[in-house]
């Protein structure tokens, strides 16, 4: 039996935080996870605009589950095992469209857009006993599902808490995506899907690290120099990111239960895309919650949803393969309504900075695999990149938490240069926290 509360060393009257290296390395742990995080509690599987209209359908998984996520003829969403409940193949093959019914190409059984049996093939003919009928022949319904203004999660357990409140205070941080238009947000068209081998968890911890900035994008860095010093063209030249400017700005993070966390940066606001109609925004959220729109946020929801909003508004998906082999699924969320100009702008930087065609991306996941590998190293056991900002951390709200409403576990707020890793903390103790519960 793993010891698991052994892979955190968390002592914060020493200030000492370190995670051990068998946390991305040993397939048991990586089981382990599974068994807890993605078959027994919330997990993200998709957004609403995915499945808009009547009859349509998106396949997805959690873990290692298959599931199809429904919207029927009435207009009810549900999520449901993608497995024919005959021999167990796959009923829908697709990854997205709009069917009234899904039929399994092994023995022909048929399933509305409701998830309901509408066909036993041959069934007159099949001499079943009256035994057969006591038995639902549905597609079997996960034990939770749920969605928080358009996100749907779901857990394949009933016992699991109400949603709002798995999510806490992370809904104020989706809020702000959410409101920066009356009529809310919407997936543009098109998706991404890449893998690199290495353990879900760096990302997961990538996304809110300010300190490999620098060094990891060199290269993004040095194009920003010969973009600022040519004759504006693109709306990418228009970059959130700037160098002469960083000290000046601030950058705190925030520590939630259930593992939620974010980093938040002030920016140049006059390059956002909402920075056009900020006067209306103003009026209609208010000035505090207009500039926290404009600022550079990066929001987890543990354990496998990210939302990086920066000139662009990034939704990805984590999906664990392997304890060395991650998924991710890459989309970009607007504003329903915006400017053609403020779109355009947003999708150039999108595609600037992420995704494997990006300027970002690509460094990162070498970065991850560069680790994984360096892990092989077993005399080498902790990790020692949680300390950063231990020195200011702040136990509960700090002022700029109390802007939003909100009250974390941790916050902690500097310079840009502080590159805050504290930020980390509530992830690992939630882990190490519902790792030990599950092995007890």
């Known amino acids: 039996m793993h010891d698991f509360s052994r892979l955190v060393d968390d002592r914060p009257a020493d200030g000492v935080f370190r995670v051990h290296r068998d946390a991305f390395r040993d397939p048991a742990v990586f089981d382990r996870e599974m068994a807890v995080f993605f078959e027994q509690g919330w997990c993200f599987v998709g957004h609403a605009s995915q499945v808009a209209n009547p009859h349509d359908f998106l396949s997805v998984r959690i873990g290692r589950r298959p599931l199809i996520l429904m919207r029927d003829g009435e207009g009810v969403l549900r999520c449901v095992h993608n497995s024919c409940r005959h021999k167990g193949a796959l009923v829908c093959h697709n990854r997205q469209g709009n069917k009234r019914s899904h039929v399994c190409q092994y023995h022909g059984w048929a399933y509305g857009s409701n ?17 057969f009928d006591a038995d639902s022949h549905d597609l079997l ?4 599902f749920a969605e928080y203004r358009g996100f749907l999660f779901a857990s394949l357990s009933a016992e699991v808490e109400p949603l709002e409140d798995y999510l806490g205070d992370a809904r104020a941080l989706i809020d702000l995506a959410v409101d920066q238009a009356p009529a809310g947000l919407e997936l543009v068209a098109g998706t991404v899907h890449y893998t690199f081998r290495a ?13 490999h900035f620098t060094s990891t994008h060199p290269s993004y860095l040095r194009l920003l120099d010969r973009r600022a010093t040519m004759p504006e063209r693109t709306d990418v030249q228009k970059a959130i990111w700037q160098a002469d400017r960083k000290q000046q700005e601030q950058m705190g993070s925030f520590g939630l239960r259930s593992g939620h966390a974010m980093v938040w940066t002030t920016s140049p606001v006059e390059h956002h895309p909402l920075y056009a109609q ?15 729109m404009m600022r550079t946020r990066q929001l987890n929801i543990f354990p496998n949803l990210q939302l990086a909003s920066n000139a662009a508004l990034q939704m990805r998906v984590i999906t664990p ?35 494997p065609s ?7 996941t070498v ?33 700029h938490a109390l802007q939003l409403g909100i009250s974390p576990e941790t916050s902690v707020s500097g310079n840009f240069d502080m590159s805050d890793e504290t930020v980390f903390h509530a992830l690992y103790r939630h882990w190490v926290g519902k790792m030990g519960e599950a092995a007890a």
């Open 115 to 131: 998830g309901r049996n509408i066909l036993v093939k041959d069934k007159a003919q099949g001499c079943y006993a009256a035994g």
């Open 321 to 355: 393969v392997a304890v060395d082999l991650t998924e991710m699924t890459s989309y970009c969320l607007a504003p329903v309504g915006e400017t053609p100009e403020q779109r355009r702008q947003r999708l150039r930087q999108y595609e600037d900075f992420f995704n």
């Open 199 to 211: 353990n879900w968890k760096l990302q997961l911890e990538n996304s809110t690290d300010a300190y």
């Open 278 to 292: 900020r006067d209306a925004l103003v009026e209609r959220v208010g000035a505090i919650r207009a500039d926290w």
């Open 358 to 364: 990006g300027l970002a991306t690509p460094d990162d």
């Open 367 to 399: 970065t991850y695999e560069d680790c994984q590998r360096s892990f092989a190293s077993g005399e080498i056991e902790w990790q020692q990149g949680y300390a950063r900002g231990l020195a200011r951390v702040e136990r509960g709200p700090d002022e």
């Open 141 to 144: 319904p996960v034990g939770r």
